[in-house]
């Protein structure tokens, strides 16, 4: 566990290249240590000011020319007295600082120490600091946006204030058992229920958003599923702008899985192209067929592409019997400029069937890139986004949240059966440790630790 005694230094920008590099210090120390290699006399330094200066090893000789930013107690991310060293970013000059700042006091920072002193020093909760690791992962718009909402409070106040409510029951009901003899209740039951089923509902509400959380945080698996000479590397190549995948008119082109990611509407569509699937006797194609069922296994959506000039309604229902039958699919007519009548009269057919409406593309029209990704995003993540006001994205939070219900159910069992009152109060505390388990109220060192490591050094 760390000593927050400790003055702690890190480089806060990884190993990226670029035109500078910040080091950060964090302790009571800071500034002290600094001067030792600094130039200029930041003794009356005010917080949040930046000092232009030389830092010096410890023999006198200029390392770099470095922009320093003074952080007082109370006023920094730590909370702590902080000090920030951007200099160019050569990793030369980055370890030479933090060998002189090692050797003048401070220790190296252990992963995400710099968060965890927030979060020991009351800056934020622990979900608000997990949100940091988030925010600094983040790959796209919505997964952005989510951990910074995550970051400014999110769930975290309403999580609080339940719990609050909770605890302040539970010490009633535990205040009747020291009146075991005279049977009086503190606790109104008919409110106490009440409670319990809001929380269990608000509980359920954000356990529920999980899936659409983790699509936002890693991504939406798609696979373009179909049989040899469909047009699904056509239709990748086509999202992607570019020749990623072979095309031809030899059935069979492509024989490994293809993934590539794009982005739409905020999201991040991991699509994968597969090798096309019908009975084959060559081993390799066997093999390629074989990954196609696993990444149609993996997908959040898979996209069943058939030929509309040659396609026969037998060969899409053996399909959809042999592989497609236990995923989330849709169905897509490709090569639609080869349509003539009597293809639309088939797939309107087939529309019928299915209960769907089936979309042409065709390589020839631009507009129906935009067209299949407005499908992609509607059938995975548009009609879920406007049911979830708040959106959980942390396993971990999930797993809390799921024991916290499981409590919740058995308080609630409980109540509406008269348990005593001990047993009620069990079940209300549990679910009090699950939730203050999300926000830190409650935490461990391990728990601290398992969080906190995950985390880069210098975060
Ligand atoms: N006219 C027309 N031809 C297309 C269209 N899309 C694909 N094709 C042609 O169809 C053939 C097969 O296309 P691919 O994209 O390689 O098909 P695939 O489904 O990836 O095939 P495999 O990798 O063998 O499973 C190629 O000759 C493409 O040029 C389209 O919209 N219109
Ligand atoms: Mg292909």
């Known amino acids: 566990m760390t000593n927050s005694k400790d003055t702690i230094c890190a480089i806060a920008t990884g190993n990226a290249i670029g035109a500078i590099a910040i080091i950060r210090l964090s302790g009571p120390n800071s500034i002290a240590i600094l001067q030792k290699s600094f130039s200029k006399d930041l003794s009356k330094a005010e917080s949040h000011t930046l000092h232009f200066g030389l830092f010096k090893n410890e023999e006198g000789k200029i390392i770099d020319e470095v922009l320093v930013s003074v952080f007082h107690e109370g006023k920094s991310f730590t909370s702590e007295q902080s000090i920030e060293i951007s200099c160019h970013s050569s990793n030369y000059i980055q370890q030479k600082i933090i060998e002189s700042l090692l050797r003048n006091g401070c220790r190296m920072a252990d992963a995400g120490e710099f968060t965890m002193r927030a979060y020991l020093n009351g800056q934020m909760d622990l979900s608000q600091a997990e949100a940091v690791a988030d925010l600094i992962a983040s790959q796209s718009q919505l997964a952005h946006e989510m951990a910074l909402k995550q970051l400014r409070g999110g769930f975290s106040n309403e999580l609080k204030e339940l719990r609050e409510k909770l605890i302040h029951f539970a010490s009633l009901v535990e205040l009747e058992l020291d009146f075991a003899e005279e049977d009086v209740e503190f606790a109104d039951r008919k409110e106490l229920l009440n409670l319990v089923s809001e929380v269990k509902a608000y509980v359920r509400k954000l356990s529920q958003s999980f899936s659409l959380g983790n699509a936002i945080k890693n991504g939406v698996p798609v696979a373009f599923v179909g049989r040899p000479n469909?047009?699904?590397?056509?239709?990748?190549?086509?999202?992607?702008?570019?020749?990623?995948?072979?095309?031809?008119?030899?059935?069979?082109?492509?024989?490994?899985?293809?993934?590539?990611?794009?982005?739409?509407?905020?999201?991040?569509?991991?699509?994968?192209?597969?090798?096309?699937?019908?009975?084959?006797?060559?081993?390799?194609?066997?093999?390629?067929?074989?990954?196609?069922?696993?990444?149609?296994?993996?997908?959040?959506?898979?996209?069943?592409?058939?030929?509309?000039?040659?396609?026969?309604?037998?060969?899409?229902?053996?399909?959809?019997?042999?592989?497609?039958?236990?995923?989330?699919?849709?169905?897509?007519?490709?090569?639609?400029?080869?349509?003539?009548?009597?293809?639309?009269?088939?797939?309107?057919?087939?529309?019928?069937?299915?209960?769907?409406?089936?979309?042409?593309?065709?390589?020839?029209?631009?507009?129906?890139?935009?067209?299949?990704?407005?499908?992609?995003?509607?059938?995975?993540?548009?009609?879920?986004?406007?049911?979830?006001?708040?959106?959980?994205?942390?396993?971990?939070?999930?797993?809390?949240?799921?024991?916290?219900?499981?409590?919740?159910?058995?308080?609630?069992?409980?109540?509406?059966?008269?348990?005593?009152?001990?047993?009620?109060?069990?079940?209300?505390?549990?679910?009090?440790?699950?939730?203050?388990?999300?926000?830190?109220?409650?935490?461990?060192?391990?728990?601290?630790?398992?969080?906190?490591?995950?985390?880069?050094?210098?975060?």
């Open 230 to 459: 469909a047009g699904k590397s056509t239709v990748l190549n086509a999202l992607l702008n570019e020749e990623r995948a072979i095309v031809s008119d030899i059935p069979g082109t492509t024989r490994d899985t293809i993934e590539e990611n794009i982005h739409h509407n905020g999201i991040n569509f991991r699509l994968m192209d597969t090798a096309g699937i019908h009975s084959s006797e060559d081993t390799i194609e066997k093999q390629g067929i074989a990954r196609s069922m696993q990444k149609i296994e993996e997908a959040t959506l898979v996209v069943y592409l058939f030929d509309c000039s040659t396609f026969t309604e037998e060969q899409i229902e053996e399909d959809e019997l042999n592989f497609l039958k236990s995923s989330n699919y849709i169905l897509v007519a490709t090569k639609g400029d080869l349509a003539i009548d009597e293809t639309l009269k088939n797939v309107a057919k087939l529309s019928e069937k299915e209960g769907q409406e089936i979309p042409f593309l065709s390589i020839k029209e631009e507009a129906h890139k935009s067209q299949l990704l407005d499908i992609l995003y509607d059938k995975t993540i548009g009609k879920e986004i406007e049911q979830h006001s708040v959106i959980v994205s942390n396993a971990r939070h999930v797993d809390k949240l799921n024991k916290a219900e499981e409590s919740l159910d058995k308080a609630k069992y409980g109540l509406e059966s008269n348990m005593s009152a001990d047993l009620v109060a069990m079940d209300i505390r549990q679910a009090m440790y699950q939730i203050g388990q999300i926000t830190g109220d409650i935490s461990t060192d391990d728990l601290l630790g398992n969080i906190f490591a995950k985390f880069c050094i210098g975060k």
